[in-house]
């Protein structure tokens, strides 16, 4: 079952712009997670945010989530080209298993 | 480096043929999974373990087995009985349940085909 739902499904922007990615889920959790994975390789985790918090910074990302919605969202800030891949939202209820999105595809242009 | 290791990273199946995927990791975690991704699809858990000689079933264990003798070892077999094995398979893992909020760590997955 996929729980979390990422949107938009694709976008492209230039090199320097933010981009922002949103995550939608159904049901309560313990925390939410953001992965990214490149064309052909295993995914790579960027950043985690726990029920009782709202927002959380790492280097360029800025992710925020808010429960009452059941929502997330990941900011990339001043993107650059190799930030190009898809990017995933997971979520994890307590139980150590994560629900995956189906994923966005993010375009940067050089 | 610590990492997750699987392999092969391309791999053919005929029909019939149960063939069985790698996944070795050296981060000393204890918990082990793994991944079925198909495009525009996300991914979809198939089994899980938390502890050496224990595994559970995910979302979409049918046509698929494993086997946890070590910790750092987790195979997947995909039997004949799975008839549409064509997709791109994960293994991650996580130090140790179930203290909760800890990221998985991915290997960089095995694209399997039919023949």
């Known amino acids: 079952s996929q729980q979390g739902e990422e949107d938009p499904q694709a976008l492209s922007i230039q090199e320097g712009e933010n981009a922002t990615m949103n995550c939608s889920y159904k049901?309560?959790?313990?925390?939410l997670q953001w992965y990214r994975q490149n064309s052909g390789r295993g995914l790579v985790h960027l950043i985690l945010i726990r029920s009782n918090e709202r927002e959380k910074h790492s280097g360029r990302l800025r992710v925020t989530l808010d429960t009452s919605k059941k929502s997330s969202s990941l900011l990339i800030t001043a993107s650059r080209a190799a930030d190009t891949a898809s990017y995933f939202c997971a979520t994890e209820g307590g139980s150590e298993k994560l629900v995956f999105g189906k994923g966005m595809k993010l375009t940067v242009n050089p | 480096d610590g990492g997750i290791t699987q392999s092969p990273k391309y791999l053919f199946r005929k029909e019939g043929q149960n063939v069985t995927l790698s996944c070795e990791q050296n981060l000393n975690h204890d918990a082990m999974y793994w991944y079925r991704q198909d495009p525009g699809q996300g991914l979809r858990l198939i089994y899980y373990s938390q502890i050496v000689n224990d595994f559970q079933k995910g979302d979409i264990a049918e046509g698929y087995s494993v086997s946890r003798e070590k910790k750092e070892s987790f195979p997947l077999t995909v039997t004949s009985a799975q008839k549409n094995p064509t997709a791109f398979y994960l293994c991650?893992?996580?130090?140790?349940?179930?203290?909760?909020?800890?990221?998985?760590?991915f290997g960089d997955g095995t694209r399997l085909s039919i023949l």
């Open positions: 049901t309560s959790i313990n925390n």
């Open positions: 991650a893992s996580i130090p140790s349940p179930p203290r909760g909020n800890q990221p998985q760590h």
